[in-house]
């Protein structure tokens, strides 16, 4: 038994149970070790929690600075961007639930360590919009609260997207990027749907 396989056993009781009604024992259970044998792996419910985000931020960071260094202008590596961020959401849909829905449950002095890594990783998405307009791309007045919005319209898929529907993770990318993209690029004259 590894760490990675009690880590992925622990995401998906967390997704189906929540944090909270998660026990030691139902992540023992899983990957058939006693409890006290769990411990020789982890030493808390707390460290598995912070063990996830931290895995969840590093899959996502890694993929951002791919995006970030490929020789694109600003609304291809947008498109790009959100490509993977939703292509990672809902293929690693477990992983991504703890992400999104149970950061709350760190102790204070672990909720700040991740805070700050989270924000590390929204910065990536900032540094992106403001290369934008600084080439005359996008029109942004307020770069923190669009990447905000832009980040949470693509984390709420992970509650009604279904694999068995009518969209592959990356059509509903393209349709989102669409959206987002168009309301970002800077219009010229005579394009942007002013009457004369």
Known sequence: MTRDQILEAA???FRQ?????ASMQDIADAVKLQKASL???VHSKQDILLALLDRALDVLIAGMQKVL???????EKLRQAMLVYLQIMLEQRDLSSVLLLEYRSL????????IQRRDQYEALWRNLLVEGVQQGVFVVSDVPLIVRFLLGVMNWTITWYREDGPLTPAQLAQECTNL?????K???HGNDGDRD
């Open 39 to 41: 411990y020789h792996h």
């Open 17 to 21: 149970k929540g944090y909270h009604a």
């Open 11 to 13: 995401a998906q009781i």
């Open 186 to 188: 800077k219009r010229t």
């Open 107 to 114: 102790e204070p002095e672990y909720r700040q360590r991740h």
């Open 69 to 75: 260094a490929l020789d694109l202008p600003p609304e």
């Open 180 to 184: 987002f993209v168009l309301g970002l």
